[in-house]
């Protein structure tokens, strides 16, 4: 039962405070000025060493009681410096529920202002953020709140509050930064940066004190010599000159300097080519920031442009400008946008169009219907799973308690809280579920531990697909975190359950709500639409074999979209279904939610990949492979067809860059030695390709990098001519040399400093072997000088089975697995056969050192060359560990020939090192491997 | 220049705290620059745009804080002078530090100090009395000024500037407050003692001086002292010897 005014006082007289305390927060409601007395009267001298209060010395003037605590008292009360315990108990009379002074937004801001240091007890703790209310509070805090969190922080030297601050005001996080300017990590930086929401009105002072953090913590111990993860540089509320300001400063480090511009440049912010045009006049990186600038196509040549009129710029900078723009960058061949291999980046559109704020349903509610609350015995009972047949009327009262208590246990003192605030007997409607849903927190559920999610009790108040989604699109705006779960169990798992006829559509937004929180990403821009046609019933449009485009169908009735010669996707907006046909496998599914009288499909292909969408929402087996290719100069028709003539079919086409060229080239910058990254742009074999790999060999910082470059651009052909003034003529692969077993022997040498293994007989193949390891070794059984054979065989039954101690290594070794018979060279293994290649895997177990691994899982990618001899495998391996826990491992297989005969290779180091013994000029690139699975037996 | 036009217009925006933060951090790249031209030309004009902000929105930016003090974070004199406000929380300061900083050109032009929670004791406030100053309000609550601060900052010159005086949680005593209250504070406003072990006795003086030394108070803060009803009555009593024009807010 509550306590009520007399019981206060009764413990007031009588010394036993102690008692009322535990009843804080469930008397808030009815007793908040009497309670707020109470904590007034704590003094830092009733605290013991620990900040426990002792509340029998605490002194209440029972006359004191009643009266109303202002502001200006609570204000004295925290300039008395009161216990920590005691501002953290003193906190649990305020929520968002009280609005008459004072209210929680009026005593933190208090507190920030005379006690700052006790800010972290007065605020919510980070898991109460997912709140409505609580943000709004957030909303209305100043630079005060900011620098009371960073006084803390640094009288802690511990800038952590990055959940807390990325929901302050701009003023508060410029006051926080400001404040901790001298207590971030590079870790801690990063952290609160991606903590902050990129729509942030941060001041451009804000960027400055950024730029000066960065700075002071270019030699911050945490950071190694090489590049660090932890230290880049967040361009979001930078300008180009605090950008290059920061990346100068690190310029001695020139591995780190060149690992910041990598970065900058594929972060979709046009600031960071003002940032490479500021820094295009030093000495030491103005040729790299040439290389930026000519990768930044229309953004890079613009700075270039503005370089080279404005009277300022230096002559070093002018002549870098000067030499840029002298090169003739090719053009999209049907939005004539200027290409650069980085448009994959800066241009994107990976989700379409679909936001979580577009089911939010907005409009005027009616006031509360009032009618008679659920008795607390049935409301308990429904929180406990134990309700038999719930009315709708208690599923929204629960909701209504959750609400006003989240995470809290259900108590008959809450239920009168609620009762006495006029939360619950509210009469069900779409109006009150709307009302309830607006003040829920959405990291809380009704009852975790009985597993009953907000989605069980909104179908139980009756909810409808609208206010069901209504209430998904609450959660996605209001919850920044991703709690691994969260979504599926609070709206998938009972809409399932139910087996609601919507079911099917909150899967799918479930599933794009996993999907943009995996790929968020910033864009310069959005890709530029280039062609539209408009038809009746039907319509064709011819597309370019890599495009974006979007049908619009302008009623709900069931069209058939086809795209590259005859693949299908049938859609039924009434069954709510879809099919896929055309491709190696049919592919059916279930569409997303259809709102309004028309729907849209949304497409994204990309050499002989796709996936798309229906109303932006990405349908499920999206990911279609093995369409038919389209030459880079050829086009295929993009078709919609319905029955219905009087529907208007429109489809929009919209320029496609390769994400992945960009990865290479982002690669490629990171490590400029990378030479195999120029093979892979290279393989990518289109004119934004060749005029890289033209940068590149014009502007490289250095002669190897310049040479390979152009050694690739020459495999180009045609693609190559614009640069190279004719058609060079490819020379292929390289091939590989066949040399005798003894000098893959010293190529293996080469690599170790220790004597290799060797032997005649390798474990069950019996054949002659070389390695790092001893192949014929069960893992763990190695040399051991100490080891005694006699006491071993004592200890027989401890013998594990031959594995010895775990270890996953893989052995990497190379063996004559077929010699040529008398010298002369003999047919091909099987291997090289079409379906051969999985009998590689054989290979692998039959080597003792690789036993660990027998029977276990590989799953990756062969690469099959019938014109070299070559096989190669990138495999991935997956098995359980003794204590049945899942383990995974990698390794490289190979198949080529010597003098001798044909080589096996097991391989568990670098992929480089199997590379200089194979005698491999380059790794084959991307696109020319083929996937494969199957298991490590004999 | 752009520069110097840009850095003008700011100095006539809608002064703030934070305006004022951004000035500076604008004017201290400037100066980095262009020192001839920056103290020259755009620093006269400055100091006389700023002399109608309010003294509170010119806090001397965070990162200036400590540079009365170290050469660690080296400001030009000129512009630190420009700052009025100082403030200063829960950090440790030591005395010499708060000696430099009212021997400091720029500390002397200083008009609001705010040095709460900072660990000071009397041998700060005998510091802070070295130099001459401009100080009018003046708040050093929460630290560990006794009696002996107290009376010093009454014998000193900032008795007859101060407008504000806080000095909450500090243990001042009896003799303290009596030490403030038996002399005179003709320009103060607003006296904060709130929890400072102020007593009856303290109380009693206050009252007794009251009249002659505290003629333009309107603000007095005493809670957390722990009075006798009677004295209680006695300070809320003040509140109604003053005419309406000059009314008088007691808390205690």
């Not at chain 1, 074999?685 to 590149?696: D, E, G, I, M, N």
Request: aromatic share 10%; glycine share 8%; proline share 5%.
């Amino acid at each position: 039962m509550a306590i009520t005014l007399e019981d206060v006082r009764d413990h007031v007289t009588s010394g036993t405070i102690a008692e009322l305390i535990k009843h804080t927060h469930t008397s808030r409601v009815a007793l908040f000025d009497p309670m707020a007395r109470i904590f007034l009267a704590v003094q830092p001298e009733h605290a013991d060493e620990n900040n426990r209060v002792d509340w029998s010395k605490v002194q209440v003037n029972p006359e004191d009681l009643e009266k109303p605590v202002t502001l200006q008292d609570i204000e004295a009360w925290f300039k008395t410096s009161p216990p920590v315990n005691a501002v953290s108990s003193f906190r649990q009379l305020f929520d968002t529920w009280r609005t008459e002074s004072p209210t929680w937004s009026e005593v933190i801001q208090t507190c920030a202002r005379v006690s700052p240091m006790a800010i972290r007890s007065v605020l919510p703790n980070s898991m109460e953020l997912a709140n409505r209310q609580i943000q709004e509070m957030f909303e209305g805090f100043g630079e005060p709140v900011g620098r009371a969190l960073a006084t803390v922080a640094a009288s802690y030297n511990n800038a952590s509050d990055s959940a807390m601050v990325a929901y302050l005001t701009p003023e508060a996080v410029h006051a926080y930064l400001e404040g901790c300017e001298t207590v971030f990590t590079p870790n801690s930086l990063n952290s609160l940066m991606r903590a902050l929401p990129s729509d942030l009105d941060l001041p451009h002072e804000a960027g400055e004190v950024y730029a000066d953090i960065m700075i002071g913590l270019k030699d911050h111990e945490s950071l190694d010599d090489g590049y660090s993860y932890s230290y880049r540089i967040d361009q979001r509320w930078l300008d180009g000159e605090q950008i290059a300001r920061i990346v100068l400063a690190n310029k001695t480090n020139i591995e780190r300097a060149r690992w910041l511009m990598a970065t900058l440049a594929f972060d979709g912010h046009t600031q960071a080519f003002d940032a490479f045009g500021e820094i295009l006049g030093d000495e030491e990186l103005g040729t790299d920031a040439l290389l930026y600038l000519g990768l930044g196509g229309e953004w890079g040549r613009a700075v270039a442009a503005r370089l080279v009129e404005d009277e300022q710029t230096s002559e070093l900078a002018r002549t870098h400008a000067e030499t840029l723009l002298e090169f003739e960058p090719p053009t999209h061949p049907e939005s004539d946008r200027m290409l650069s291999p980085l448009l994959g980046h800066l241009v994107k559109h990976h989700r379409f169009g679909f936001t979580f704020d577009s089911m939010l349903i907005e409009k005027a509610l009616g006031e509360p219907v009032v009618g008679t609350p659920t008795p607390y015995e049935d409301l308990s009972k429904l929180y406990n799973k134990q309700a038999e047949e719930p009315t709708e009327q208690a599923w929204l009262d629960l909701m209504w308690m959750i609400a006003f208590e989240p995470g809290r246990y259900l108590s008959q003192e809450n239920y009168e809280n609620a009762v006495a605030l006029g939360l619950l007997g509210r009469e069900p409607s779409e109006d009150e579920l709307l009302r309830v849903i607006d003040r829920l927190d959405w990291g809380k559920q009704i009852n975790s531990s009985a597993k009953i999610g907000y989605g069980e009790a909104l179908l139980g108040a009756g909810a409808s697909e609208e206010v069901f989604h209504h209430a998904m699109a609450k959660f996605a705006t209001l919850q920044r975190t991703n709690y691994l779960g969260y979504i599926e169990s609070c709206f998938e798992e009972p809409a399932k359950k139910s087996e609601v006829p919507w079911t099917n559509s909150i899967e799918r937004l479930v599933w794009q709500h996993r999907y943009d929180k995996q790929n968020v990403y910033h864009t310069l821009e959005h890709p530029k639409q280039f062609a539209e046609a408009e038809g009746d019933g039907e319509v064709a449009i011819d597309a370019p074999g890599d495009i974006l485009f979007e049908c619009h169908i302008s009623a709900l009735v069931p069209s058939k979209i086809t795209v590259r010669g005859d693949v299908t996707l049938s859609i039924d907006p009434v069954a709510k279904t879809f099919v896929f046909e055309g491709l190696p496998q049919t592919v059916e599914g279930v569409l997303p939610p259809m709102f309004g009288d028309s729907y849209t499909v949304q497409g994204e292909i990309h050499k002989n990949r796709g996936i798309f969408g229906v109303n932006g929402v990405v349908i499920e087996g999206q990911k279609v492979e093995d369409l038919e290719l389209v030459p880079a100069n050829e086009k295929a028709p993009i078709k919609i067809a319905t029955l219905e003539s009087s529907t208007t079919c429109r489809i929009t086409l919209s320029e496609k860059y390769s994400e992945t060229l960009g990865n290479h080239v982002l690669s490629l910058l990171r490590d400029l030695e990378d030479v195999q990254a120029l093979a892979e742009i290279r393989a990518m074999q289109s004119p934004v390709a060749a005029y890289t790999l033209y940068l590149f060999s014009q502007l490289a910082p250095s002669d190897y990098m310049r040479d390979a470059a152009m050694r690739q651009l020459c495999e180009l052909a045609e693609l190559a001519e614009p640069y190279l003034g004719e058609v060079p003529e490819p020379k292929g692969p390289a091939p590989i040399a066949t040399v005798s077993f003894d000098a893959i022997i010293e190529r293996m040498q080469a690599l170790s400093e220790t004597p290799l293994h060797q032997g005649t007989e390798a474990a069950y193949m019996e054949q002659r072997w070389v390695g790092f390891e001893d192949v014929n070794l069960f893992p763990g059984d190695g040399d051991d000088d100490d080891y005694d054979d006699e006491e071993y065989d004592e200890d027989y039954d401890d013998y594990d089975g031959g594995y010895g101690e775990e270890n996953y290594q893989v052995v990497s070794a190379v063996m004559l697995s077929e010699p040529f018979e008398d010298g002369q060279e003999q047919t091909r293994p099987y291997w090289f056969s079409e379906d051969g290649a999985d009998s590689m895997l054989g290979n692998f177990a039959g080597l003792a050192g690789n036993g660990m691994w027998y029977e276990s899982k590989a799953y990756g990618e062969v690469y099959v060359d019938e014109d070299r001899d070559l096989i190669l495998m990138d495999l991935t391996l997956e098995r359980e560990n003794y204590d049945g826990w899942p383990i995974q491992g990698g390794a490289y297989l190979a198949c080529w020939k010597c003098k001798e005969g044909w080589l096996f290779a097991s391989w568990g180091r670098s992929r480089s090192e199997l590379q200089r013994v194979i005698g491999l000029d380059f790794w084959p690139t991307q696109l020319q491997w083929r996937s494969i699975e199957g298991w490590l037996g004999y | 220049m752009e520069e110097f036009g840009e850095l003008r217009s700011m100095l006539h925006q809608t002064p703030s705290e934070r305006a004022f933060a951004s000035l500076m951090r604008r004017f201290e790249r400037m100066w980095n620059k262009y020192p001839a031209r920056s103290r020259d030309e755009l620093l006269p004009y400055a100091r006389g745009v700023l002399e109608t902000w309010p003294d509170a929105t010119r806090t001397i930016p965070g990162r200036w804080r400590h540079a009365f003090w170290s050469e660690k974070r080296s400001v030009p004199g000129e512009l630190l002078s420009l700052g009025k406000r100082l403030t200063l929380t829960h950090e440790k300061i030591d005395a010499s530090q708060l000696e430099a900083l009212v021997l400091h050109d720029a500390g002397r032009e200083l008009r609001l100090l705010e040095l709460t929670s900072c660990e000071l004791g009397d041998a700060h406030v005998m510091a802070l009395l070295k130099g001459s100053s401009a100080i009018r309000a003046l708040d050093l609550g929460g630290n560990n000024i006794g009696s002996e601060g107290a009376k010093a900052l009454a014998e000193s010159e900032l008795a007859g500037q101060l407008t504000s005086l806080s000095l909450w949680n500090n243990a001042l005593k009896p003799e303290g407050i009596s030490a403030i209250a038996s002399k005179r504070w003709p320009k103060l406003e607003k006296l904060d003692l709130i929890s400072t072990s102020c007593g009856d006795e303290g109380a009693a003086a206050i009252v007794e001086h009251f009249e002659a030394n505290f003629p333009a108070l309107r603000e007095l803060l005493l809670v957390y002292n722990l009075f006798s009803p009677a004295q209680t009555g006695h300070l809320k009593a003040l509140e109604f010897m003053r005419p309406e024009e000059r009314s008088l807010r007691v808390e205690c």
